[in-house]
Protein backbone atom coordinates (compact mmCIF):
# COMPACT_ATOMS: atom_id res chain seq x y z
CA UNK A 1 0.00 0.00 0.00
CA UNK A 2 2.76 2.86 1.02
CA UNK A 3 4.49 2.02 -2.47
CA UNK A 4 1.17 2.63 -4.05
CA UNK A 5 0.82 5.80 -1.93
CA UNK A 6 4.33 6.90 -2.57
CA UNK A 7 3.50 6.11 -6.69
CA UNK A 8 0.56 8.56 -6.08
CA UNK A 9 2.95 11.20 -4.00
CA UNK A 10 5.29 11.10 -6.99
CA UNK A 11 2.50 11.90 -9.72
CA UNK A 12 1.22 15.28 -7.34
CA UNK A 13 5.01 16.08 -8.08
CA UNK A 14 4.85 16.15 -11.60
CA UNK A 15 1.76 17.19 -12.12
CA UNK A 16 1.07 19.95 -14.21
CA UNK A 17 0.78 24.14 -13.39
CA UNK A 18 -2.52 24.98 -11.49
CA UNK A 19 -5.06 25.85 -13.54
CA UNK A 20 -6.55 29.57 -13.09
CA UNK A 21 -4.70 33.06 -13.29
CA UNK A 22 -1.46 33.89 -11.42
CA UNK A 23 -1.14 37.04 -9.20
CA UNK A 24 -0.01 40.11 -10.48
CA UNK A 25 -0.23 43.28 -8.49
CA UNK A 26 -2.25 45.71 -10.35
CA UNK A 27 -0.51 48.65 -11.80
CA UNK A 28 -1.95 51.86 -9.77
CA UNK A 29 -0.63 55.56 -10.93
CA UNK A 30 0.77 56.88 -8.27
CA UNK A 31 2.08 60.82 -7.43
CA UNK A 32 5.99 60.95 -7.42
CA UNK A 33 5.35 63.48 -4.09
CA UNK A 34 2.85 64.92 -1.93
CA UNK A 35 0.60 68.16 -3.47
CA UNK A 36 0.74 69.65 0.37
CA UNK A 37 4.43 69.24 1.63
CA UNK A 38 4.50 70.37 5.16
CA UNK A 39 7.43 71.91 8.00
CA UNK A 40 6.46 68.76 10.31
CA UNK A 41 8.42 66.70 7.91
CA UNK A 42 11.24 65.78 9.45
CA UNK A 43 14.36 67.00 7.31
CA UNK A 44 16.39 63.53 9.09
CA UNK A 45 13.66 60.93 8.12
CA UNK A 46 15.92 58.20 9.13
CA UNK A 47 16.33 59.59 12.86
CA UNK A 48 12.54 59.60 13.31
CA UNK A 49 11.92 56.23 11.49
CA UNK A 50 14.56 54.61 13.91
CA UNK A 51 12.00 56.28 16.81
CA UNK A 52 9.97 53.18 17.04
CA UNK A 53 7.20 54.63 19.31
CA UNK A 54 6.42 58.44 17.77
CA UNK A 55 3.73 59.30 20.55
CA UNK A 56 7.18 58.79 22.94
CA UNK A 57 8.39 61.86 20.80
CA UNK A 58 5.52 64.09 22.80
CA UNK A 59 7.45 64.05 25.81
CA UNK A 60 4.31 62.74 28.22
CA UNK A 61 4.59 59.68 29.72
CA UNK A 62 1.21 58.90 30.90
CA UNK A 63 0.17 59.11 27.30
CA UNK A 64 3.31 56.38 26.48
CA UNK A 65 1.77 54.26 29.02
CA UNK A 66 -1.77 54.76 28.10
CA UNK A 67 -0.67 53.21 24.85
CA UNK A 68 1.34 50.94 26.00
CA UNK A 69 -1.60 49.76 28.18
CA UNK A 70 -4.05 49.71 25.17
CA UNK A 71 -2.05 47.20 23.20
CA UNK A 72 -2.29 44.90 25.43
CA UNK A 73 -5.44 45.41 27.14
CA UNK A 74 -8.20 46.82 24.70
CA UNK A 75 -11.06 44.71 23.66
CA UNK A 76 -11.15 45.25 19.90
CA UNK A 77 -7.31 44.95 19.71
CA UNK A 78 -7.80 41.45 21.91
CA UNK A 79 -10.61 40.56 19.41
CA UNK A 80 -8.31 41.08 16.17
CA UNK A 81 -5.16 38.86 17.53
CA UNK A 82 -8.14 35.81 18.34
CA UNK A 83 -9.63 36.32 14.83
CA UNK A 84 -6.37 35.99 13.67
CA UNK A 85 -5.91 32.88 15.21
CA UNK A 86 -8.90 31.74 14.08
CA UNK A 87 -8.06 31.95 10.07
CA UNK A 88 -4.75 30.59 10.97
CA UNK A 89 -6.50 27.58 11.87
CA UNK A 90 -8.66 27.37 8.67
CA UNK A 91 -5.07 27.91 7.08
CA UNK A 92 -3.75 24.61 8.69
CA UNK A 93 -7.47 22.96 7.40
CA UNK A 94 -6.68 23.92 4.07
CA UNK A 95 -2.78 23.09 4.13
CA UNK A 96 -3.51 19.33 5.39
CA UNK A 97 -5.58 18.49 2.73
CA UNK A 98 -2.05 18.21 0.78
CA UNK A 99 -1.54 14.76 2.53
CA UNK A 100 -2.99 11.52 2.92
CA UNK A 101 -5.77 11.43 5.62
CA UNK A 102 -5.42 8.50 7.89
CA UNK A 103 -7.43 7.07 10.42
CA UNK A 104 -8.38 3.77 12.73
CA UNK A 105 -11.06 1.88 13.02
CA UNK A 106 -12.14 -0.99 14.83
CA UNK A 107 -15.30 -2.75 14.90
CA UNK A 108 -16.96 -5.88 16.85
CA UNK A 109 -20.26 -7.53 16.46
CA UNK A 110 -22.04 -10.87 17.27
CA UNK A 111 -24.76 -12.58 15.32
CA UNK A 112 -26.37 -14.65 12.87
CA UNK A 113 -25.27 -14.83 9.04
CA UNK A 114 -26.58 -16.79 6.10
CA UNK A 115 -25.18 -20.35 5.63
CA UNK A 116 -25.32 -19.70 1.77
CA UNK A 117 -26.45 -17.66 -0.67
CA UNK A 118 -29.73 -19.25 -1.30
CA UNK A 119 -30.30 -18.14 2.05
CA UNK A 120 -31.17 -21.81 3.22
CA UNK A 121 -30.67 -21.69 7.18
CA UNK A 122 -28.60 -19.53 9.31
CA UNK A 123 -25.46 -20.44 10.62
CA UNK A 124 -24.78 -20.52 14.41
CA UNK A 125 -24.33 -17.14 16.61
CA UNK A 126 -20.72 -15.73 16.01
CA UNK A 127 -18.63 -13.05 16.89
CA UNK A 128 -16.59 -10.67 14.62
CA UNK A 129 -14.05 -8.52 15.67
CA UNK A 130 -12.01 -5.85 13.48
CA UNK A 131 -9.29 -3.57 13.13
CA UNK A 132 -8.52 -1.45 9.93
CA UNK A 133 -5.73 1.70 9.15
CA UNK A 134 -7.71 3.93 6.45
CA UNK A 135 -5.54 5.93 4.23
CA UNK A 136 -7.34 8.77 1.81
CA UNK A 137 -5.55 11.38 -0.28
CA UNK A 138 -6.75 13.27 -3.11
CA UNK A 139 -3.75 13.76 -5.94
CA UNK A 140 -3.54 17.69 -6.66
CA UNK A 141 -3.48 17.43 -10.58
CA UNK A 142 -5.17 20.28 -11.72
CA UNK A 143 -3.98 22.55 -8.47
CA UNK A 144 -7.45 22.65 -6.71
CA UNK A 145 -5.72 22.37 -3.78
CA UNK A 146 -2.57 24.52 -4.15
CA UNK A 147 -5.16 27.75 -5.28
CA UNK A 148 -6.91 27.06 -2.48
CA UNK A 149 -4.31 26.94 0.08
CA UNK A 150 -2.91 30.14 -1.37
CA UNK A 151 -6.51 31.76 -0.98
CA UNK A 152 -6.24 30.43 2.81
CA UNK A 153 -2.59 31.98 3.10
CA UNK A 154 -4.32 35.36 1.81
CA UNK A 155 -6.77 35.24 3.99
CA UNK A 156 -4.53 34.92 6.86
CA UNK A 157 -2.05 37.83 5.84
CA UNK A 158 -5.38 40.07 5.17
CA UNK A 159 -6.92 38.83 8.65
CA UNK A 160 -3.32 40.03 9.93
CA UNK A 161 -3.70 43.52 8.05
CA UNK A 162 -6.69 43.67 9.74
CA UNK A 163 -5.50 43.42 12.84
CA UNK A 164 -2.53 45.84 12.31
CA UNK A 165 -5.04 47.91 11.34
CA UNK A 166 -6.94 47.78 14.83
CA UNK A 167 -3.58 48.39 16.41
CA UNK A 168 -2.82 51.95 13.84
CA UNK A 169 -6.50 53.12 15.23
CA UNK A 170 -6.20 52.28 18.10
CA UNK A 171 -3.03 54.14 19.27
CA UNK A 172 -4.39 57.13 17.07
CA UNK A 173 -7.61 57.00 19.15
CA UNK A 174 -5.71 57.14 22.69
CA UNK A 175 -3.64 59.38 21.70
CA UNK A 176 -5.79 62.07 20.03
CA UNK A 177 -8.91 61.93 23.12
CA UNK A 178 -6.24 62.31 25.77
CA UNK A 179 -5.04 65.17 23.90
CA UNK A 180 -8.62 66.75 23.61
CA UNK A 181 -8.44 65.35 27.67
CA UNK A 182 -5.55 68.43 28.05
CA UNK A 183 -7.32 70.56 25.81
CA UNK A 184 -10.48 69.97 28.36
CA UNK A 185 -8.22 70.75 31.43
CA UNK A 186 -7.05 73.89 30.19
CA UNK A 187 -10.27 75.06 29.21
CA UNK A 188 -11.44 74.41 32.87
CA UNK A 189 -8.40 76.42 34.20
CA UNK A 190 -9.43 79.25 31.33
CA UNK A 191 -12.89 79.17 32.58
CA UNK A 192 -12.75 79.03 36.21
CA UNK A 193 -9.80 81.78 36.43
CA UNK A 194 -12.55 84.15 34.03
CA UNK A 195 -15.36 83.42 36.50
CA UNK A 196 -12.97 84.71 39.53
CA UNK A 197 -11.95 87.58 37.68
CA UNK A 198 -15.68 88.28 36.90
CA UNK A 199 -16.32 87.34 40.33
CA UNK A 200 -13.95 89.95 41.84
CA UNK A 201 -15.43 92.49 39.48
CA UNK A 202 -18.88 91.53 40.18
CA UNK A 203 -18.28 92.45 44.31
CA UNK A 204 -16.63 95.66 43.20
CA UNK A 205 -19.56 96.59 41.01
CA UNK A 206 -21.90 95.82 44.13
CA UNK A 207 -19.92 98.16 46.73
CA UNK A 208 -20.28 100.87 44.28
CA UNK A 209 -24.14 100.28 43.28
CA UNK A 210 -24.52 100.31 47.03
CA UNK A 211 -23.00 103.97 47.30
CA UNK A 212 -24.96 104.76 44.10
CA UNK A 213 -22.15 105.23 41.97
CA UNK A 214 -23.10 102.31 39.57
CA UNK A 215 -26.30 101.66 37.49
CA UNK A 216 -28.67 98.20 37.79
CA UNK A 217 -27.94 98.34 34.59
CA UNK A 218 -24.12 97.99 34.41
CA UNK A 219 -24.56 95.46 37.48
CA UNK A 220 -26.56 93.43 35.93
CA UNK A 221 -25.04 93.11 32.55
CA UNK A 222 -21.54 92.21 35.05
CA UNK A 223 -23.65 89.77 36.64
CA UNK A 224 -24.62 88.27 33.45
CA UNK A 225 -21.15 87.95 32.09
CA UNK A 226 -19.94 86.30 35.57
CA UNK A 227 -22.94 83.38 35.06
CA UNK A 228 -21.88 83.34 31.60
CA UNK A 229 -18.66 81.96 32.70
CA UNK A 230 -19.64 79.56 35.26
CA UNK A 231 -22.33 78.11 32.90
CA UNK A 232 -18.93 76.79 30.99
CA UNK A 233 -17.37 75.09 33.55
CA UNK A 234 -19.89 72.13 34.28
CA UNK A 235 -20.35 71.56 30.50
CA UNK A 236 -16.57 71.14 30.37
CA UNK A 237 -16.23 69.20 33.62
CA UNK A 238 -18.81 67.05 31.31
CA UNK A 239 -16.69 67.15 28.61
CA UNK A 240 -13.80 66.10 30.83
CA UNK A 241 -15.52 62.75 32.77
CA UNK A 242 -16.25 61.94 29.11
CA UNK A 243 -13.33 61.76 27.94
CA UNK A 244 -11.73 60.09 30.89
CA UNK A 245 -14.10 57.66 30.33
CA UNK A 246 -13.10 56.76 26.77
CA UNK A 247 -9.86 56.53 27.52
CA UNK A 248 -10.39 54.36 30.40
CA UNK A 249 -12.23 51.84 27.61
CA UNK A 250 -9.55 52.36 25.39
CA UNK A 251 -7.30 50.74 28.05
CA UNK A 252 -9.37 48.06 28.90
CA UNK A 253 -10.08 49.22 32.15
CA UNK A 254 -13.61 50.31 33.80
CA UNK A 255 -14.44 54.31 33.62
CA UNK A 256 -13.03 56.13 35.73
CA UNK A 257 -10.50 59.22 36.21
CA UNK A 258 -7.22 59.43 34.37
CA UNK A 259 -4.18 60.89 35.40
CA UNK A 260 -1.81 63.10 33.60
CA UNK A 261 1.32 64.17 32.46
CA UNK A 262 2.47 67.30 30.68
CA UNK A 263 -0.06 70.23 30.38
CA UNK A 264 -1.03 70.94 26.34
CA UNK A 265 1.01 73.74 26.14
CA UNK A 266 4.20 71.87 27.03
CA UNK A 267 3.87 69.16 24.18
CA UNK A 268 5.76 69.36 21.51
CA UNK A 269 4.43 67.34 18.12
CA UNK A 270 6.59 65.00 16.74
CA UNK A 271 8.02 65.33 13.78
CA UNK A 272 7.20 62.99 10.78
CA UNK A 273 9.01 61.42 8.19
CA UNK A 274 8.66 62.45 4.43
CA UNK A 275 8.68 59.40 2.64
CA UNK A 276 7.27 58.60 -0.96
CA UNK A 277 3.41 58.37 -2.41
CA UNK A 278 4.65 54.91 -3.66
CA UNK A 279 5.69 53.93 0.02
CA UNK A 280 2.13 53.74 1.33
CA UNK A 281 1.80 50.33 -1.02
CA UNK A 282 3.75 48.24 1.18
CA UNK A 283 2.68 50.31 4.49
CA UNK A 284 -1.02 50.79 5.42
CA UNK A 285 -2.30 48.24 6.55
CA UNK A 286 -5.59 48.83 5.16
CA UNK A 287 -3.91 48.68 1.63
CA UNK A 288 -1.98 45.74 2.62
CA UNK A 289 -5.14 44.12 3.61
CA UNK A 290 -6.77 44.84 0.03
CA UNK A 291 -4.61 42.99 -2.06
CA UNK A 292 -4.58 40.29 0.04
CA UNK A 293 -8.12 40.01 -0.34
CA UNK A 294 -7.63 39.91 -4.03
CA UNK A 295 -5.30 37.90 -4.15
CA UNK A 296 -7.50 35.31 -2.14
CA UNK A 297 -10.18 36.17 -5.01
CA UNK A 298 -8.25 36.07 -7.90
CA UNK A 299 -6.94 32.33 -6.59
CA UNK A 300 -10.31 30.55 -5.60
CA UNK A 301 -11.10 31.39 -9.76
CA UNK A 302 -8.58 28.72 -10.14
CA UNK A 303 -10.39 26.47 -7.34
CA UNK A 304 -13.80 26.71 -9.49
CA UNK A 305 -11.83 25.93 -12.77
CA UNK A 306 -10.29 23.12 -11.23
CA UNK A 307 -13.73 21.20 -11.09
CA UNK A 308 -13.90 21.19 -14.85
CA UNK A 309 -10.94 18.37 -14.56
CA UNK A 310 -11.12 14.98 -13.16
CA UNK A 311 -10.56 14.44 -9.80
CA UNK A 312 -8.29 11.41 -8.62
CA UNK A 313 -8.02 10.19 -5.17
CA UNK A 314 -6.39 7.19 -3.63
CA UNK A 315 -7.42 4.84 -0.89
CA UNK A 316 -5.61 2.26 0.78
CA UNK A 317 -6.73 -0.30 4.04
CA UNK A 318 -4.47 -2.54 6.12
CA UNK A 319 -6.42 -4.36 9.04
CA UNK A 320 -7.47 -7.54 10.60
CA UNK A 321 -10.69 -9.47 11.15
CA UNK A 322 -10.93 -12.54 12.75
CA UNK A 323 -13.93 -14.43 14.53
CA UNK A 324 -11.93 -14.77 17.97
CA UNK A 325 -10.21 -11.55 19.42
CA UNK A 326 -7.37 -13.75 20.59
CA UNK A 327 -6.60 -14.36 17.24
CA UNK A 328 -7.32 -11.23 16.20
CA UNK A 329 -3.69 -9.69 15.20
CA UNK A 330 -2.35 -12.41 13.47
CA UNK A 331 -1.06 -12.86 9.63
CA UNK A 332 -3.56 -15.08 8.97
CA UNK A 333 -6.24 -12.44 9.23
CA UNK A 334 -4.87 -9.71 8.07
CA UNK A 335 -6.83 -7.74 5.10
CA UNK A 336 -5.87 -5.20 2.61
CA UNK A 337 -7.40 -3.47 -0.50
CA UNK A 338 -6.10 -0.38 -2.39
CA UNK A 339 -7.37 1.46 -5.32
CA UNK A 340 -8.21 4.50 -6.90
CA UNK A 341 -11.40 6.49 -7.82
CA UNK A 342 -11.86 9.21 -10.47
CA UNK A 343 -14.58 11.53 -10.64
CA UNK A 344 -15.19 13.51 -13.77
CA UNK A 345 -18.06 15.88 -14.31
CA UNK A 346 -20.38 15.27 -17.39
CA UNK A 347 -23.85 17.67 -17.24
CA UNK A 348 -23.69 19.69 -14.47
CA UNK A 349 -26.07 22.19 -16.23
CA UNK A 350 -23.96 25.17 -15.54
CA UNK A 351 -23.20 25.00 -12.51
CA UNK A 352 -19.38 25.09 -12.58
CA UNK A 353 -19.65 27.79 -15.10
CA UNK A 354 -21.43 29.83 -12.38
CA UNK A 355 -18.82 28.83 -9.78
CA UNK A 356 -16.61 30.40 -12.14
CA UNK A 357 -18.34 33.68 -13.01
CA UNK A 358 -19.31 34.13 -9.69
CA UNK A 359 -15.64 33.88 -8.41
CA UNK A 360 -14.69 36.19 -11.30
CA UNK A 361 -17.03 38.92 -10.02
CA UNK A 362 -15.43 38.53 -6.64
CA UNK A 363 -12.14 38.78 -8.18
CA UNK A 364 -13.36 41.96 -9.77
CA UNK A 365 -14.43 43.62 -6.70
CA UNK A 366 -11.41 42.44 -4.84
CA UNK A 367 -9.61 44.54 -7.76
CA UNK A 368 -11.26 47.64 -7.28
CA UNK A 369 -11.61 48.04 -3.36
CA UNK A 370 -7.94 47.64 -3.79
CA UNK A 371 -7.93 50.58 -5.93
CA UNK A 372 -10.19 52.65 -3.63
CA UNK A 373 -7.92 51.74 -0.61
CA UNK A 374 -4.62 52.84 -2.47
CA UNK A 375 -6.69 56.42 -3.72
CA UNK A 376 -8.40 56.43 0.07
CA UNK A 377 -4.79 56.65 1.69
CA UNK A 378 -3.54 59.36 -0.73
CA UNK A 379 -6.48 61.45 -0.09
CA UNK A 380 -6.12 60.72 3.55
CA UNK A 381 -2.25 61.71 3.89
CA UNK A 382 -2.97 64.64 1.38
CA UNK A 383 -5.99 65.43 3.49
CA UNK A 384 -4.06 65.26 6.56
CA UNK A 385 -0.56 67.40 5.48
CA UNK A 386 -3.44 70.06 4.77
CA UNK A 387 -4.91 70.26 7.66
CA UNK A 388 -1.48 70.15 9.74
CA UNK A 389 -0.85 73.28 7.55
CA UNK A 390 -4.06 75.14 7.89
CA UNK A 391 -4.14 74.98 11.53
CA UNK A 392 -0.59 75.70 12.17
CA UNK A 393 -1.80 79.04 9.99
CA UNK A 394 -5.33 79.20 12.40
CA UNK A 395 -3.12 78.59 15.60
CA UNK A 396 -0.73 81.68 14.63
CA UNK A 397 -3.88 84.04 13.42
CA UNK A 398 -5.63 83.10 16.86
CA UNK A 399 -3.00 83.89 19.10
CA UNK A 400 -2.21 87.32 17.57
CA UNK A 401 -6.35 87.89 18.00
CA UNK A 402 -6.10 87.13 21.60
CA UNK A 403 -3.13 89.52 22.53
CA UNK A 404 -5.12 91.79 20.24
CA UNK A 405 -8.30 91.56 22.39
CA UNK A 406 -6.44 91.33 26.08
CA UNK A 407 -5.07 94.92 24.91
CA UNK A 408 -9.06 95.50 24.01
CA UNK A 409 -10.15 94.25 27.18
CA UNK A 410 -7.56 96.31 28.70
CA UNK A 411 -7.91 99.53 27.18
CA UNK A 412 -11.62 99.46 27.47
CA UNK A 413 -11.90 98.68 30.98
CA UNK A 414 -9.78 101.68 31.97
CA UNK A 415 -11.67 104.06 29.38
CA UNK A 416 -14.59 102.51 30.87
CA UNK A 417 -12.89 103.83 35.03
CA UNK A 418 -12.24 106.69 33.57
CA UNK A 419 -16.11 107.61 32.23
CA UNK A 420 -14.94 107.67 28.48
CA UNK A 421 -17.24 105.08 27.64
CA UNK A 422 -19.53 102.89 28.33
CA UNK A 423 -19.36 99.14 30.05
CA UNK A 424 -21.04 97.83 27.13
CA UNK A 425 -17.62 98.13 25.37
CA UNK A 426 -15.93 96.57 28.67
CA UNK A 427 -18.57 93.36 27.68
CA UNK A 428 -17.73 93.38 24.04
CA UNK A 429 -13.67 93.15 24.58
CA UNK A 430 -14.18 90.41 27.55
CA UNK A 431 -16.90 88.08 25.69
CA UNK A 432 -14.40 87.54 22.68
CA UNK A 433 -11.39 87.43 24.64
CA UNK A 434 -12.89 84.49 26.50
CA UNK A 435 -14.16 83.32 23.68
CA UNK A 436 -11.02 83.43 21.37
CA UNK A 437 -8.83 81.64 24.34
CA UNK A 438 -11.03 79.03 24.63
CA UNK A 439 -11.02 78.68 20.32
CA UNK A 440 -7.52 79.06 20.71
CA UNK A 441 -6.56 76.32 23.13
CA UNK A 442 -9.05 73.96 21.01
CA UNK A 443 -6.52 74.91 18.05
CA UNK A 444 -3.61 74.19 19.57
CA UNK A 445 -5.32 70.61 20.53
CA UNK A 446 -6.65 70.32 17.19
CA UNK A 447 -2.69 71.14 15.91
CA UNK A 448 -1.20 68.14 18.02
CA UNK A 449 -4.13 65.64 16.41
CA UNK A 450 -2.93 67.08 12.93
CA UNK A 451 0.23 65.31 13.45
CA UNK A 452 -1.59 62.02 14.84
CA UNK A 453 -3.47 61.52 11.72
CA UNK A 454 -0.36 62.07 9.60
CA UNK A 455 0.80 59.56 11.66
CA UNK A 456 -2.09 57.21 11.11
CA UNK A 457 -2.29 58.20 7.57
CA UNK A 458 1.38 57.27 6.76
CA UNK A 459 1.68 54.38 8.91
CA UNK A 460 5.56 53.22 8.96
CA UNK A 461 7.84 50.92 10.39
CA UNK A 462 6.72 51.78 14.13
CA UNK A 463 3.20 50.10 13.40
CA UNK A 464 5.27 46.87 12.88
CA UNK A 465 6.79 47.02 16.84
CA UNK A 466 3.22 48.19 18.14
CA UNK A 467 2.48 45.18 16.28
CA UNK A 468 4.25 42.71 17.61
CA UNK A 469 4.11 44.47 21.15
CA UNK A 470 0.03 44.17 21.50
CA UNK A 471 -1.76 41.23 22.69
CA UNK A 472 -1.65 37.98 21.73
CA UNK A 473 -4.08 35.41 22.65
CA UNK A 474 -1.37 32.29 23.15
CA UNK A 475 0.82 34.70 25.10
CA UNK A 476 -2.26 35.90 27.47
CA UNK A 477 -3.34 31.63 27.95
CA UNK A 478 -0.01 31.19 29.03
CA UNK A 479 0.05 34.02 31.58
CA UNK A 480 -3.66 33.12 32.74
CA UNK A 481 -2.48 29.55 33.32
CA UNK A 482 -5.83 28.46 31.25
CA UNK A 483 -5.34 25.42 28.95
Known amino acids: MMKFLMAGFSAALVAGCAVGPNYVRPEIETPGRWQNPDSVFAADTAAVRSETAWWGLFGDTVLTNLIAAALQENADVRIAAARVEEVMGRYGVARSDFFPKLGAAGAASRGQLLSDEAGRGLESTRNRFQVNLAADWEIDLWGKLRRATEAARADLLATEEARRGVVLTTVALVASTYVDLLSMDWQLEIARQTALTRREALDLFEVRREKGDLSDLIFSQAEAEYWL???????????????????????????????????????????????????????????????????????????????????????????????????????DTRTWRVGGDVLAPIFRFGEIKGQVKAAEGRQKQALYAYVEAVHNAFRDTENALVRRRCTNEQLQAEGKRVAALATYARLARMRFDEGVTSYL????????????????????????????????????????????????????????GQP
Open 425 to 480: EVLDAERALFATVLAYTQTTADLHKSVIALHQALAGSWLDAAAAESFRIEEGIKLR
Open 229 to 331: AMSQIPLIEENIAFLENMISCLVGRNPGPVARGKTLEDLAPPAVPVGLPSELLERRPDIRFAEEQLRAANARIGVARALYFPSLSLSGLLGYASDDLSDLVNS
